[in-house]
């Protein structure tokens, strides 16, 4: 079955350091998300993104972090300048249609430790 | 307005028994509410999904039921198994636009 793929598993960096959390999302999707967990805290919706641009983003997604598609499979998050409150689980996620009632499909996230 | 409230925030039952998580929600523009699973160190994955057409929706032994006017809908998980000990998020969308998610139940099904 195919599947959502995020790399690394884990990063952790330091306080002000860029990062770059990588996705590749099942092949035939069209539309492309980033969520967070914050430890013990409910999933939150960062962008949303189609057709090589943003579509939607919440008011987390500040000037701080970008999204881009640099090829035909992955789909990358970048965060500038990494601050503590960064720490989270990044979960890529990809749905075919992007319509309601489609599915959004979750990879396994990125835990991202800020020191 | 774009919150979705999610309760209880954990929940032990027995082998066999019937848990049931209640969200709630403001956003009448809301138009698919899934359902999803998360195992440690996993995503959440789809387990089942409502539009707000119908009142009750089945697959297996998951449930949803839907009250518009109300603007609540729940998960009942018939006959638990311990498998099926996980955190449960409830969501919300609109126009198949970002899901909105609830706090996430705990749920623990004792053998």
């Known amino acids: 079955e195919p599947e959502v793929t995020q790399t690394p598993s884990h990063q952790v960096t330091q306080m002000g350091q860029e990062v770059i959390l990588r996705c590749v999302p099942i092949s035939n999707h069209l539309y492309f998300y980033w969520y967070r967990q914050i430890l013990g805290q409910k999933v939150e919706f960062l962008v949303s993104?189609?057709?090589?641009?943003?579509?939607?983003k919440s008011e987390i997604f500040d000037d701080q972090f970008s999204v881009e598609r640099p090829d035909g499979s992955n789909f990358t998050l970048k965060i500038r300048s990494t601050k503590l409150e960064d720490s989270a689980m990044y979960f890529c996620?990809?749905?075919?249609?992007?319509?309601?009632?489609?599915?959004?499909?979750f990879g396994p996230g990125t835990r991202l430790t800020v020191l | 307005q774009q919150q979705v409230k999610q309760s209880p925030q954990s929940l032990i039952v027995q082998k066999g028994g019937i848990p049931i998580i209640n969200c709630a929600y403001e956003?009448?523009?809301?138009?698919?509410f899934p359902w999803y699973q998360q195992f440690p160190g996993k995503g959440p994955a789809l387990l089942i999904a409502?539009?707000?057409?119908?009142s009750e929706k089945k697959e297996g032994r998951f449930t949803i039921s839907f009250n518009k006017s109300a603007k609540q809908f729940s998960l009942h998980i018939m006959d638990s198994q311990p498998g099926d000990s996980a955190t449960y998020f409830c969501a919300a969308s609109d126009r198949g636009s970002r899901l909105t998610f609830g706090e996430g139940t705990q749920l623990t099904v004792n053998p």
């Open positions: 956003n009448t523009a809301f138009d698919y």
């Open positions: 996620a990809s749905s075919a249609l992007g319509t309601f009632s489609d599915t959004q499909y």
């Open positions: 409502i539009r707000p057409d119908v």
């Open positions: 993104f189609y057709n090589n641009e943003i579509s939607e």
